[in-house]
């Protein structure tokens, strides 16, 4: 998959496979060498909506199989990032998975795929297995967080 994307982007960071368009880019790998048939009516709906879309809930309904392998190539990259982040930090108190992404594919997460990733470390597997990861469904988050932050601020001030 590497080779195939550079092919279009030259440089390949973790944001062409682990995010929104990242999905699409594992489904048109995984399409583009023969690795899972697209039905003709599907490449229609990819060609005039949002890809990532349609991929997730095809996957997650398991309806076709092109699909859930890229959602299951996907989902165990996700974990592969997040324990490159979890080592970078030592993040020994724990992984918050946030963002519009995780929510949606929550079912996916836990089937194991993500797990499996995230461990996948040689030597330093122990250090991940005691980690705790969690999802953070609360879509406003990121508003309460900031909020939180003013509001330490300026009693600070």
Same mark, same amino acid.
């Given at each position: 998959?590497?080779?195939?994307?550079? @092919?279009?982007?030259?440089?390949?960071?973790?944001?062409?496979?682990?995010?929104?368009?990242?999905?699409?880019?594992?489904?048109?790998?995984?399409?583009?060498?023969?690795?899972?048939?697209?039905?003709?009516?599907?490449?229609? @709906?990819? =060609?005039?909506?949002?890809?990532?879309?349609?991929?997730?809930?095809?996957?997650?309904?398991?309806?076709?199989?092109?699909?859930?392998?890229?959602?299951?190539?996907?989902?165990?990259?996700?974990?592969?990032? =997040?324990?490159?982040?979890?080592?970078?930090?030592?993040?020994?108190?724990?992984?918050?998975?946030?963002?519009?992404?995780?929510?949606?594919?929550?079912?996916?997460? @836990?089937?194991?795929?993500?797990?499996?990733?995230?461990?996948?470390?040689?030597?330093?597997?122990?250090?991940?297995?005691?980690?705790?990861?969690?999802?953070?469904?609360?879509?406003?988050?990121?508003?309460?967080?900031?909020?939180?932050?003013? =509001?330490?601020?300026?009693?600070?001030?």
């Amino acid at each position: 998959m590497l080779a195939y994307l550079r @092919q279009e982007f030259g440089h390949v960071s973790w944001e062409r496979v682990v995010s929104g368009p990242g999905l699409f880019n594992v489904y048109r790998f995984l399409r583009d060498t023969g690795r899972g048939e697209e039905p003709a009516w599907l490449r229609d @709906q990819l =060609a005039h909506e949002d890809p990532s879309v349609h991929i997730t809930r095809l996957g997650l309904e398991g309806k076709i199989e092109l699909c859930v392998r890229a959602l299951e190539i996907f989902v165990s990259m996700y974990g592969a990032e =997040a324990d490159n982040l979890a080592l970078k930090m030592m993040a020994t108190g724990g992984i918050f998975v946030g963002g519009g992404i995780a929510p949606k594919i929550l079912p996916k997460l @836990q089937e194991g795929g993500f797990m499996a990733g995230f461990l996948h470390k040689g030597r330093l597997e122990h250090v991940l297995r005691d980690i705790p990861v969690s999802v953070i469904l609360n879509d406003k988050s990121a508003l309460v967080g900031a909020a939180r932050a003013a =509001a330490i601020r300026a009693l600070l001030l």
